[in-house]
Structures are given as structure tokens and as C-alpha cells.
């Protein structure tokens, strides 16, 4: 059974940063891609950032420059700093692992909550 858990969420003001976690668990499986998606309150669960391996990281238009992905694969864990945090960031933030053995399946934490005050 793989687990993922998020941590770090919470409340910021404007400007202000914060950095997600991301540690997935579970025996015999593999990490291909660890991405993290965002739904916004009453909005659809959007892409925010995904670190494929052997593929330069990928952001959201919305993102650039402001967050990063970074992963520590020895750990299985995936981070998400985020600075300059606008109000539109606030949303459940998912943490999202996509795994091809022992069969292709994708994998999504509960989440974890980041307000934005403007």
C-alpha cells in the first residue's frame, strides 16, 4: 500500500513563503514522476509543478519563478518552496506520484491546506 503524506501547508500573508512536503511510502514500488496540483475553492484541481525523472522539472505558467520542486529520492520526498505567495495561491495543495512497477499507477495525498491573506 503506498502512502503519501503532505505537511507544511498553513496561513501566510502576501509575500510571504512556504514550503510543502511530500514522503511517499510503501514497499516494491517505483517513482517515475512526484507532482504537486492545487484546487483552488470552488475551482477544479489544477497542475502546479511535477519532477519526472530525467526530464527538466515542469511549472505551471502561474508558478514560474516564484515556486520550486525539489526532490530527495533517497528519502521519497518531494518539496515544494514557495515564495511570493499571492492570494490565487490559496488552495488544497495534492501531492501526486506516478509509478510504473509493479504497474502503472498514480497516487494522491490528502492534501494540505495553504491560505494566502491579500
Known amino acids: 500500500q503506498v502512502q503519501l503524506v503532505e505537511s507544511g501547508g498553513g496561513l501566510v500573508q502576501a509575500g510571504g513563503s512556504l514550503t510543502l512536503s511530500c514522503v511517499a511510502s510503501?514497499?516494491?514500488?517505483?517513482?517515475?514522476?512526484m507532482a504537486w496540483y492545487r484546487q483552488g475553492p470552488g475551482e477544479s484541481r489544477d497542475f502546479v509543478a511535477a519532477?519526472?525523472?530525467?526530464?527538466?522539472?515542469r511549472y505551471a505558467d502561474s508558478v514560474k519563478g516564484r515556486f520550486t520542486l525539489s526532490r530527495d529520492n533517497a528519502k521519497r520526498t518531494a518539496y515544494l518552496q514557495m515564495n511570493g505567495l499571492k492570494h490565487e495561491d490559496t488552495g488544497v495543495y495534492y501531492c501526486?506520484?506516478?509509478?510504473?512497477?509493479?504497474?502503472?499507477?498514480?497516487?494522491w495525498g490528502q492534501g494540505t491546506q495553504v491560505t494566502v491573506s491579500s
Open positions: 510503501g514497499d516494491n514500488f517505483n517513482i517515475i514522476t
Open positions: 519532477s519526472t525523472n530525467g526530464r527538466e522539472t
Open positions: 501526486n506520484v506516478e509509478s510504473s512497477w509493479p504497474t502503472a499507477a498514480d497516487y
